[in-house]
């Protein structure tokens, strides 16, 4: 065994290499400011304007974004100022998200056996269903959901680029023995892309909140302050991974959290709800994926 393994498979010095990845080129600059920028209590729509309108590229996008399908507002927004206005700083900083994540989706290396854009028609999935839940169900927030649920997996990525003898040995295993990404690592190594994920959300500055769901989304903490936004992030994860078999997602969900129960009480049938939702996910995944030619 190598040292680099070695480092792998202890915690504490695995996520002492994700700290001190300091050259990330997939950190998103204006979106680290835009989220520094809602911790300070004196924000103001014209810094956060002036932040945002920076790049114009990005803010075309984000202007597409809020005027798409997914937030469904009935007049055209045609300014971040009025976007802020209208929509919220901690919606716009979601679009911000979002739009500017999707560069993350973007790998020069390819791995056999790891198909980087169904991992993100993935994410697209999880996010949409998250966000649904939340706001049919009277959850939690349904933005937050969303850029939870587009980041749940990112940690998968870290590892792709940065880990990479770890990576590959998670992929033959999952090959080889037919098991999930996440067994895989749990043989393999002491950290997973959960834990991994939670820890880049905490250092690009996100809230708390959100970055627990990303690192709880193969178990969330009943305890945890943000209980409900974790079991959205949860349970759309399952829901999306069994596709077209909604009743077993309904089940595995409910085995781990009785507590989903409340969640179905509000939805109805499980099965005719996702049938809704799935709809949806086609929109938003075009939009992401195909008009940004991943």
């Known amino acids: 065994m190598n040292d680099r393994r070695d480092k792998i498979l202890d915690e504490k010095s695995a996520l002492r290499t994700i700290d001190n990845i300091v050259d990330l080129p997939t950190i998103p600059c204006i979106l680290l400011q835009v989220n520094k920028m809602l911790k300070e209590d004196d924000v103001s729509v014209r810094k956060l304007r002036d932040t945002i309108e920076s ?18 507002f ?12 209208i929509l919220g700083f901690n919606t716009v900083r979601n679009a911000v998200a979002a739009v500017s994540l999707i560069d993350l989706f973007r790998m020069k290396e390819k791995y056999k056996g790891f198909n980087i854009k169904d991992l993100w028609k993935h994410s697209v999935a999880v996010a949409v269903t998250s966000k649904n839940m939340a706001r049919d169900a009277r959850l939690t927030t349904p933005d937050d959901c969303f850029v939870a649920g587009l980041l749940h997996d990112i940690g998968k990525l870290v590892m792709a680029e940065y880990l990479q003898d770890v990576f590959s040995d998670v992929l033959k295993s999952t090959q080889t023995e037919g098991i999930s990404f996440l067994e895989a690592e749990n043989k393999i190594s002491s950290i997973n892309h959960a834990m991994i994920g939670g820890r880049l959300a905490g250092k690009w500055q996100f809230p708390d909140s959100l970055a627990k769901a990303i690192m709880y989304h193969h178990m969330v903490q009943r305890n945890a302050a943000d209980f ?29 959290y009785p507590e ?3 969640v179905l009480n509000r939805l109805g049938t499980l099965a005719d709800w996702y049938r809704a939702v799935d709809a949806e996910i086609e929109q938003v995944t075009h939009f992401f994926i195909e008009d940004n030619n991943l």
């Open 260 to 262: 989903f129960s409340e």
């Open 55 to 72: 790049d114009q590229v990005l803010t075309s996008r984000i202007l597409k974004l809020v005027n798409s399908a997914f937030y469904g």
């Open 228 to 256: 409900w936004l974790h079991i959205c992030i949860y349970a759309a994860n399952i829901i999306v991974n069994h596709g077209s078999n909604i009743e077993i997602a309904e089940s595995e969900v409910l085995c781990g």
């Open 74 to 85: 009935r007049s055209r927004i045609i300014e971040i100022p009025q976007a802020l206005m």
